[in-house]
Structure formats: structure tokens, C-alpha cells
């Protein structure tokens, strides 16, 4: 059987290879050899001079300082100002994040210890001489309000209504004036956010001025002629927004977190107010 398999494996190999054989040519072809000639370049076909070490033609790009020494001299001076104003913003953005990230701490270690079970004159000798953030300077308020009234001795019981009344009048003054420091200097972000983006459109409205002049004197309205100016006057709306748009987010989130401190700082004055409330009652016994 083995056999078999072997010879009609043997009998299509041969057949195979005479086939082979058959369809192959028999020689190479002779003759002279095939003429070449240089091609020429199709009609129409536009040439492209290519300087010595470059890769090829270059397109000049409009660079931002390009645009702005272009640029008309009022125009120069509506984005020197809004250059100004954004640096200034970011330097208040910057400076309050880390105030009242101090602020938040401070408060937080105040409160630890203040209802660890130290002694109020004890709290108070520690924080009367200077008191660092306005929960302290609400509570020192409290405090000097209070010994000054048991001054000459403790107060009759007709006078303790009094004494909770300029007690609670004390704190609540130092909360609006520490309030109103903390709040120092977001008037200018609030006025950035609002104006940036109309000086940069009155810069883009005498851009556009200039360009229209320009394409007047000239008779020549393409593109090359256009959009230099157009791109100067674009320009400065893009400052405009570029200075406005951080100074609104942060200027609302700030006002948002003075908010939320301003009402932790009333929530601690309440209930200062009632252990101090407390403690009258107490000596009215």
C-alpha cells in the first residue's frame, strides 16, 4: 500500500517538471539593446525653486509679536493695559488663594483649641496682644468687651441685659471689619471681568478703523491687504477675554468662600455668645 503512495507520488513530480520544462522559454531574447531618452516635464507643470538646505518653500507665519508691533499705537496701548491688568489679577488670585487657605487652617486649629477645655482668660492672655486671623479677633472682641464691664464688680442683674447686647455688638463689629479685609482687593478682579473684554473690543472696533483706512488709501481689498489688520484688531479682543474670563471664575469662587468663612465666623459668635449668656446667669444667682 506504502508503495503504491510512493510511485504516484514519483509519476506527479516527473509530470510536473516536464511541464515546467515545457512552458520556460528556451533562450533569452538578442537584439540591441532599448534606446532611453530624458523625459520631459508635462505642459503646464509649475516649478518650484527650493534654497539650498531647505526642504521646501516656506510660509511666513503672524507672530503675536508681530501683531502687536503692527499695530496701531492705540491699539498698542489697549493691550499693554490689559497685559497689565491681567498680571495684576493673577497676582490678587494668587495672593488670596493662599490667604484664605491660611485663613481656613488658622480657624481650624483656633476651634481645636477652644473646645479642648482651656480657660477662657487663659485663650484670651494668648491671643490679646495680636490676634492673627478674625475668629481670634472675634474672640479677643468678646472677651475685652466682657471684662470691662465686671470691672467695678460684678454688674447688678438690671445691667446683664446690656452687657449681652454690646457683648454680641462687639463680636459683630469685628466680624464686618475682619470680613471686609479679607474681601480687600476683589473690586479689581470684579472690575477686570466686567471692562477687559469691552477696552479689548475698543481696540478691535479702531483695529478694524485702521484696516478699512488702509484698504481705502490702497484700492485693494484681497486677503494679503485684509488680514493683517483684521488679525491686529482680533487681537485685542482676545487679551481683553484672556484677562477677564480668569478674573470672573475666581473672583466668584473667592466671594464664595469668604461667604461660607464669614458664616462660620457668625456661628462661632453665637455660640460664644451663649456660654457667655451662660455664665451671667450664673452670677445673677
Known amino acids: ?33 532599448a534606446q532611453t531618452q530624458d523625459l520631459a516635464a508635462p505642459a503646464g507643470a509649475t516649478s518650484v525653486d527650493v534654497a539650498p538646505g531647505e ?74 496682644q495680636k490676634p492673627d486671623h478674625p475668629m481670634a479677633a472675634v474672640f479677643t472682641a468678646a472677651i475685652r468687651e466682657w471684662r470691662r464691664a465686671f470691672e467695678t464688680g460684678p454688674p447688678r442683674e438690671a445691667l446683664l441685659p446690656g452687657i449681652r447686647d454690646r457683648v454680641e455688638k462687639a463680636m459683630s463689629v469685628s466680624i464686618h471689619r475682619e470680613t471686609d479685609s479679607v474681601e480687600n482687593q476683589l473690586g479689581f478682579l ?23 483706512s488702509a484698504i481705502a488709501a490702497r484700492h485693494d481689498t484681497t486677503l494679503a491687504v485684509v488680514a493683517p489688520g483684521i488679525a491686529e484688531a482680533l487681537f485685542a479682543t482676545a487679551m481683553g477675554l484672556l484677562a477677564a474670563i480668569p478674573a470672573v471664575i475666581f473672583y466668584n469662587k473667592f466671594v464664595n468662600d469668604i461667604g461660607r468663612y464669614s458664616n462660620r465666623l457668625e456661628n462661632f459668635a453665637d455660640e460664644f455668645s451663649a456660654i457667655l449668656s451662660r455664665q451671667l446667669d450664673e452670677k445673677a444667682k
Open 1 to 33: 500500500m506504502m508503495g503504491r503512495f510512493v510511485a504516484a507520488a514519483v509519476i506527479i513530480v516527473l509530470c510536473a517538471t516536464g511541464a515546467l520544462a515545457q512552458s520556460a522559454p528556451s533562450a533569452a531574447p538578442t537584439g540591441p539593446a
Open 55 to 128: 526642504a521646501g518653500p516656506q510660509i511666513n507665519g503672524i507672530s503675536i509679536y508681530g501683531l502687536f508691533m503692527r499695530a496701531d499705537p492705540i491699539v498698542k496701548t489697549v493691550m499693554a493695559l490689559l497685559v497689565l491688568a491681567s498680571l495684576w489679577s493673577w497676582a490678587i488670585i494668587i495672593n488670596k488663594w493662599l490667604a484664605l487657605g491660611t485663613l481656613r487652617r488658622r480657624a481650624d486649629k483656633f476651634e481645636k483649641t477652644f473646645w479642648s477645655g482651656l480657660s477662657l482668660d487663659e485663650l484670651y492672655t494668648q491671643f490679646a
Open 190 to 212: 470684579a472690575t477686570v471681568g466686567a471692562t477687559a473684554p469691552f477696552v479689548g473690543l475698543f481696540g478691535t472696533v479702531w483695529g478694524i478703523m485702521n484696516s478699512f
